[in-house]
């Protein structure tokens, strides 16, 4: 021991060297204490070694350039980009309900609502589906009943295909999309007369604004016209390309009937 | 656009980023899972910046919240095996050249420290990484992991007597020590 009153050589001690931290007068102590024992010293000179050991192989994930999605800036306008993302959601939600209701009020759409993501989907599914010759649908009429039950599933509720053969038009399959609003949804496609293809588009729709009347929507970059309806929170759109509005009508309605089973609507064009 | 608030935070943030990039790469031995990782812990700490003691430093705060969602995540699935692929580079470099065999010598000596660091208890490996890399202090590192000092000396000591025997061959019959043996 360096001096007579100094406090024993303890384990604290012992570490506190190996990390080279001991003020001056105490690390005097220890090493007179490792000068004595000498196996104790070669074990903690061994430990000090290993300790630099460790820095060394780790500093390279010090030194390693910072990948860019950890900057504060970027976390930040991520997070401004969320709470922005969310009000705007929020505010998107208010200016519904305002719209919902001045349309209500007003007497139940007097303007045509294209933007009502049911029909979009609609429309845009004919556009694609339509006109592919190679895979129009993803579950042929071969396997009408499978299909069936896989869109049934899909979409929580049992489907009827409507039986479209007295206006000329017989089921192809059908096929499962992926609405707007994250519902499953389904498209099954008739063929008709000289090729022409027509469309059921169905899923949940429980946006309100719209009851059980027929409306007309017509696509907003191609030919394609659509009537659609919503019944007890689904929605329905029967869609074709270069049909007239009467035969489209016509087939509306009788898919409406099958599908609904209720009471032919007033049509609300 | 970087506001004067926001300039200030990541003035107090980003210089300890790199190390926080070492203990949650030491952690789960991965890269992208360390980011991940570093990531949240950033996320976390910006969010709650106005909850944190002002005059305290913010390195031991930010090494808290990591540490934590280490602790609490199901982080650890990414740990071991991912430490291999360094250290083969490094054995085909050392074949194909003859001048980055001390080099590759380094690597395998490396390789013995982190494998021999990775089979403590992982208190003791957090007790080992924080004080003798990242330099806390004894006491930072109890307030940090929220124990006594007692504890941290203990498993500091502890920690490092095992990573001894381990590296001189003591214990060359330990579980550890075989997985070392196993490690191409």
């Given at each position: 021991m360096a001096a007579g009153d100094a406090m024993p050589v303890g384990e604290d001690d012992l570490q506190a060297w190996v990390d080279g931290r001991l003020p001056p007068e105490r690390r005097t102590a220890v090493d007179a204490w490792l000068a004595a024992n000498p196996v104790a010293a070669a074990r903690f000179r061994a430990m000090a070694a290993q300790r630099e050991m460790l820095r060394d192989a780790l500093r390279p994930h010090h030194d390693a350039p910072m990948p860019a999605r950890l900057r504060v800036a970027n976390l930040l306008a991520a997070r401004r980009e969320a709470q922005g993302r969310g009000q705007r959601r929020i505010a998107a939600a208010a200016a519904w309900l305002v719209l919902g209701g001045v349309l209500g009020w007003a007497?139940?759409?007097?303007?045509?609502?294209?933007?009502r993501p049911m029909v979009t989907e609609a429309l845009a599914a004919h556009a694609v589906f339509a006109a592919?010759?190679?895979?129009?649908?993803?579950?042929?009429?071969?396997q009408e009943a499978q299909m069936l039950r896989w869109l049934s599933d899909r979409l929580g509720r049992p489907l009827v295909v409507p039986e479209l053969g007295p206006a000329g038009y017989r089921l192809m399959g059908g096929r499962l999309l992926a609405g707007a609003t994250g519902d499953p949804a389904a498209q099954l496609m008739y063929e008709g007369p000289r090729g022409a293809r027509l469309t059921l588009y169905l899923r949940a729709d429980r946006a309100g604004?719209?009851?059980a009347e027929f409306r007309y929507a017509e696509g907003t970059t191609n030919s394609v016209t659509a009537f659609w309806w919503v019944d007890r929170g689904f929605g329905y759109a029967v869609a074709a390309e270069g049909l007239n509005r009467a035969a489209l009508l016509h087939l509306a309605e009788a898919v409406h009937r099958q599908v609904a089973g209720a009471p032919r609507p007033d049509p609300g064009l | 656009m970087m506001r004067g608030r926001e300039r200030a935070l990541a003035a107090l943030i980003e210089p300890h980023i790199p190390a926080l990039r070492r203990f949650a790469w030491a952690l789960l031995r991965d890269t992208a899972a360390a980011d991940d990782l570093v990531q949240d812990c950033l996320e976390r700490a910006i969010s709650r910046w106005h909850l944190?003691?002002?005059?305290?430093?913010a390195k031991p705060w930010l090494f808290a919240i990591l540490h934590n969602l280490h602790r609490s995540?199901?982080?650890?699935?990414?740990?071991?095996?991912?430490?291999l692929s360094l250290d083969e580079r490094g054995l085909a470099d050392a074949v194909a050249d003859p001048a980055a065999a001390d080099a590759a010598e380094q690597r395998l000596i490396w390789r013995d420290a982190l494998a021999a660091l990775d089979s403590l208890s992982e208190e003791q490996r957090v007790v080992l990484l924080l004080i003798g890399v990242e330099d806390f202090s004894y006491e930072a590192a109890a307030r940090l992991l929220d124990v006594p000092i007692g504890t941290v000396m203990s498993r500091l000591s502890r920690g490092r007597e095992r990573l001894r025997r381990l590296l001189d061959g003591?214990?060359?019959?330990?579980a550890g020590r075989a997985m070392l043996r196993r490690v191409k």
């Open positions: 007497g139940n759409a007097l303007l045509p609502q294209r933007e592919d010759a190679g895979r129009p649908v993803e579950i042929s009429v071969a604004g719209a009851g | 944190r003691r002002p005059e305290r430093d995540g199901r982080r650890s699935a990414a740990r071991r095996g991912a430490m003591e214990e060359a019959a330990d």
